[in-house]
């Protein structure tokens, strides 16, 4: 089974730049198949991982950054991939 894991966060006014390379930065161990990420409006920084597990499998995940580097809490999901018919 496909698991993707994503991870979204908004910066503090002024610094969307530091908080893209903060993302960008953090290495997951193991290493997910496939890892993108992605910028927003009004300093939003997305990543998503997918992995190969259960949806309830215990994997890696960006930590929160320092408070000071967003506005309000980290925001995560957990999806599964749907066979096509």
Known sequence: MTVALMWEARAAAGRGEELL?????????????RRETFRAPEDRVLVITWWDADHRAELPELPDPVAELVCRPVHRWRFEQVAED
């Open 21 to 33: 390379s903060w993302a960008r930065a953090h290495e997951l161990t193991p290493a997910p198949l």
